[in-house]
């Protein structure tokens, strides 16, 4: 029987930053979306620009996983 095959942690870091990038564009996309609306709701509009910043941040951090530091 073959064991099924484990994913390092590097690669779970790139599919959960794949995952947040796509996130990060669909909120982007509602935004804009709200914005266009004769009466956008300004309730609604901040809690998704602070969920579209942490992931955001969520991302940068990876990405700092991800990126080897070189020192010059």
Excluded: C, G, W, Y
């Amino acid at each position: 029987m073959n064991a099924p095959m484990e994913l390092k942690s590097e690669d779970v870091l790139r599919i959960e930053l794949e995952v947040f990038r796509s996130e990060h564009r669909d909120l982007d996309a509602a935004i804009q979306a709200l914005e266009t609306t004769p009466a956008p709701d300004a309730l609604q509009l901040r809690r998704l620009k602070k969920k579209k910043l942490q992931l955001r941040d969520r991302i940068a951090r990876i990405e700092d996983l991800l990126t080897p530091d070189i020192i010059a």
